[in-house]
Structures are given as structure tokens and as C-alpha cells.
């Protein structure tokens, strides 16, 4: 270990691998290694590790459960941090529920139901972690993330404390944490409704998914923004590149708009099919698709073009 990984591990409680795979943290399950892979034990745990990689000037990144991430084939420089479903303690007041950022965003419905409370169907189907919700405020054309959101911890290493969603800058598919946060607890405002009825939606959602997307295949869902008034996927199936294959990658021949892993695929395999698909669409549609998949760790920058890696 290098003289700051030991340090980490010295300090932090938790799980701390070195030189972890990440491809199988993801569910596109590409990419290569984090130099420091941590799961801190506690709250205190958290604390510290913030306060470690800033006194140490070591970068930082959040993963939740991968289902937006693409990971760089070199791997991830520094520290990613996973949080543990249990890191907080669930609260519950008249209306509100407040669960841990780590949870898997289906704990939301699960527990929501469980209390008699609705409002958040939108989320059946949507992978990952609550954490990873809220910065992606993800979801639907039915609803989103900052439509359920009241409060969100957020954790730094000058401490941690609880903000209005009001402050987050919740946009389409994006929200604006300060550098460096983390989210650690998400407080939603959810009603007491029939569950039943819930419950019914979500399973019409989970259907319509199952019909339209590869969910069979190791994907991270849609990859481009949809540009206003259209959709990436009719854009990228109107260039011809429904099916297309580089490597491993393909652009899914259920949805357009998702890439999946048919085998091997690396990510410049994937890079190569979001770049053409770019380019393509650009020159003769004239529509510039932007990325919604996060991209992580040390790309090439011939494979980046202009695209942005964390
Ligand atoms: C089959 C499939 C279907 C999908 N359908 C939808 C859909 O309908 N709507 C939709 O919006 N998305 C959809 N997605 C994408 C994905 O599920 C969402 O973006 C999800 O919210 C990502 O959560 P995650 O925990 O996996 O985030 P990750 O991919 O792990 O991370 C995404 C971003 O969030 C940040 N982040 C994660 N946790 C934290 C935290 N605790 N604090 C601060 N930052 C954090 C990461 O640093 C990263 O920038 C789909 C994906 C798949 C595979």
C-alpha cells in the first residue's frame, strides 16, 4: 500500500479494500479497479475518511449502486466511497420517512407501503441507491426524485447537517450538492393513499419496463439526456444505430438509448458507441445529445472527446 492508503486504513473504521474491482459494483459491469475502495463502519467512520482524504489530497468519489456509472477501464485514482445501507438509523414522523443514502432505492417503496403511505411510484424499476437518486434526481415522466425529496443530509468534512431540497438545484436528471458532499440520510414527504392502488401502478411500470428495455442484459439504462421534445433513443435508432455493435457494447436492440454489455465490453468499447451515436446524430439531425450516464476514473482523452470524467 502507498503511504496514504495506509494512512486511510489506519484511520477509518469499515471495510477497506485496496486495488477493488468495481465492474462488478456496477450494473453495466465494466470498467477497472479503485485504488481504495471504502465502506465505513459508523457515522464517526464517515466523518473521519472526509477529514482524512482532505488532509491527505486525496480525491474523492461517491458510488452508490452503479446502475448510472461507467467506470474507466484504468480504474479510479484515490478514494471511492460506498455507504452501508445501515449506516443511519430509518426515521418515521406523520408523513415523512427519513432512510439512509445507501439504501436501495426500492427500501423507499418497501418501507413506504409498509407505513400506508403512496407518492412515489414513480420509482418502481429505478435501480440503484437513495443516494444515487437524489443525485441523479432521477425518474420518470410521471414524477422525480425532487417531487418526493423535503430534506437531504449532506456530509462534509467540516461536519454534516440537513438541507432543504429547495437548495439542491433539482433539475432534469441532475441536482447540485456542494463539492465534496455526500449524501448520507434523505428525508421524503410522502401521503397516506391506498397501497393497493401503489401497488398497481408500480407493477404496470415494472411491465411496461420489462416490454421496452433489455433489462436481461448489464446495462446502466438510458445513456443521453432526452434533448426537449424528443428522445435520444428515437434519435439513435433514426441514425441507424439500434443494434450497433463496437466490442462487447452494443446500443440495445429493445431501447435505443441503452448500451448493454453484450460480453466483455470494455469502456472504450462503450465510449466508441456513445461517441458515434453523438457524432452521428449531430450531423444529421443536428440535435447535440448530452450524456446522463456518469462517467468515472482515468479515460483516455481521445476515448472523451468532449465528454467529462469525475
Ligand atoms: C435498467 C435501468 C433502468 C433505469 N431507469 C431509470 C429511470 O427510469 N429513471 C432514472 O432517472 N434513472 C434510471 N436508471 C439510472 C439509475 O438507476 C439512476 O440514475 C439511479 O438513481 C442511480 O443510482 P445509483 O445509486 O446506482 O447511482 P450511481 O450510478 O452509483 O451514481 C450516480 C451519481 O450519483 C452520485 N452519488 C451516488 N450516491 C451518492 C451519495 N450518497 N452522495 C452523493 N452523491 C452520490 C455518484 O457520485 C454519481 O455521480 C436506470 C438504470 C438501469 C440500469
Given at each position: 500500500?502507498?503511504?496514504w492508503q495506509h494512512e486511510v486504513a489506519?484511520?477509518?473504521?469499515?471495510?477497506?479494500?485496496?486495488?477493488?474491482?468495481?465492474?462488478?459494483?456496477?450494473?453495466?459491469?465494466?470498467?477497472?479497479?479503485?485504488?481504495?475502495?471504502v465502506r465505513p463502519s459508523d457515522p464517526?467512520?464517515?466523518?473521519?475518511?472526509?477529514?482524512?482524504?482532505?488532509?491527505?489530497?486525496?480525491?474523492?468519489?461517491?458510488?452508490?449502486?452503479?446502475?448510472?456509472?461507467?467506470?474507466?477501464?484504468?480504474?479510479?485514482?484515490?478514494?471511492?466511497?460506498?455507504?452501508?445501507?445501515?449506516?443511519?438509523?430509518?426515521?418515521?414522523?406523520?408523513?415523512?420517512?427519513?432512510?439512509?443514502?445507501?439504501?436501495?432505492?426500492?427500501?423507499?417503496?418497501?418501507?413506504?407501503?409498509?407505513?400506508?403511505?403512496?407518492?412515489?411510484?414513480?420509482?418502481?424499476?429505478?435501480?440503484?441507491?437513495?443516494?444515487g437518486a437524489v443525485a441523479m434526481n432521477?425518474?420518470?415522466?410521471?414524477?422525480?426524485?425532487?417531487?418526493?425529496?423535503?430534506?437531504?443530509?449532506?456530509?462534509?468534512?467540516?461536519?454534516?447537517?440537513?438541507?432543504?431540497?429547495?437548495?439542491?438545484?433539482?433539475?432534469?436528471?441532475?441536482?447540485?450538492?456542494?463539492?465534496?458532499?455526500?449524501?448520507?440520510?434523505?428525508?421524503?414527504?410522502?401521503?397516506?393513499?391506498?397501497?393497493?392502488?401503489?401497488?398497481?401502478?408500480?407493477?404496470?411500470?415494472?411491465?411496461?419496463?420489462?416490454?421496452?428495455?433489455?433489462?436481461?442484459?448489464?446495462?446502466?439504462?438510458?445513456?443521453?439526456?432526452?434533448?426537449?421534445?424528443?428522445?435520444?433513443?428515437?434519435?439513435?435508432?433514426?441514425?441507424?444505430?439500434?443494434?450497433?455493435?463496437?466490442?462487447?457494447?452494443?446500443?440495445?436492440?429493445?431501447?435505443?438509448?441503452?448500451?448493454?454489455?453484450?460480453?466483455?465490453?470494455?469502456?472504450?468499447?462503450?465510449?466508441?458507441?456513445?461517441?458515434?451515436?453523438?457524432?452521428?446524430?449531430?450531423?444529421?439531425?443536428?440535435?447535440?445529445?448530452?450524456?446522463?450516464?456518469?462517467?468515472?476514473?482515468?479515460?483516455?482523452?481521445?476515448?472523451?472527446?468532449?465528454?467529462?470524467?469525475?
Amino acid at each position: 500500500m502507498t503511504t496514504w492508503q495506509h494512512e486511510v486504513a489506519r484511520r477509518v473504521r469499515g471495510e477497506i479494500v485496496r486495488d477493488a474491482p468495481l465492474a462488478p459494483r456496477t450494473t453495466i459491469r465494466v470498467g477497472g479497479p479503485a485504488d481504495l475502495l471504502v465502506r465505513p463502519s459508523d457515522p464517526g467512520a464517515l466523518a473521519e475518511l472526509l477529514r482524512a482524504v482532505r488532509e491527505l489530497g486525496v480525491p474523492l468519489h461517491v458510488l452508490g449502486g452503479g446502475a448510472n456509472t461507467l467506470v474507466a477501464d484504468a480504474g479510479v485514482r484515490g478514494v471511492v466511497l460506498r455507504l452501508p445501507p445501515d449506516l443511519a438509523p430509518e426515521q418515521v414522523s406523520p408523513g415523512r420517512l427519513v432512510l439512509g443514502a445507501g439504501q436501495p432505492t426500492s427500501r423507499l417503496w418497501v418501507r413506504a407501503h409498509a407505513l400506508g403511505l403512496v407518492g412515489m411510484e414513480f420509482v418502481a424499476g429505478i435501480p440503484g441507491t437513495l443516494g444515487g437518486a437524489v443525485a441523479m434526481n432521477a425518474g420518470t415522466r410521471v414524477g422525480e426524485m425532487k417531487d418526493i425529496v423535503s430534506r437531504v443530509e449532506l456530509a462534509t468534512a467540516d461536519g454534516a447537517g440537513f438541507v432543504d431540497a429547495a437548495a439542491l438545484g433539482f433539475a432534469y436528471r441532475t441536482c447540485r450538492l456542494p463539492a465534496g458532499a455526500v449524501a448520507t440520510r434523505v428525508e421524503l414527504a410522502l401521503r397516506e393513499g391506498d397501497v393497493a392502488a401503489s401497488e398497481r401502478v408500480m407493477q404496470e411500470d415494472r411491465d411496461r419496463r420489462r416490454r421496452t428495455q433489455p433489462l436481461d442484459r448489464p446495462t446502466f439504462g438510458s445513456t443521453f439526456r432526452n434533448p426537449p421534445g424528443d428522445f435520444a433513443g428515437r434519435l439513435i435508432e433514426a441514425v441507424g444505430l439500434k443494434g450497433h455493435r463496437i466490442g462487447g457494447a452494443l446500443w440495445s436492440d429493445v431501447h435505443a438509448n441503452f448500451v448493454v454489455n453484450a460480453g466483455g465490453a470494455t469502456a472504450r468499447d462503450v465510449l466508441a458507441l456513445v461517441n458515434v451515436a453523438r457524432s452521428r446524430v449531430k450531423d444529421r439531425l443536428g440535435v447535440a445529445l448530452e450524456t446522463e450516464v456518469r462517467l468515472l476514473g482515468e479515460f483516455l482523452a481521445e476515448d472523451l472527446q468532449d465528454l467529462r470524467a469525475s
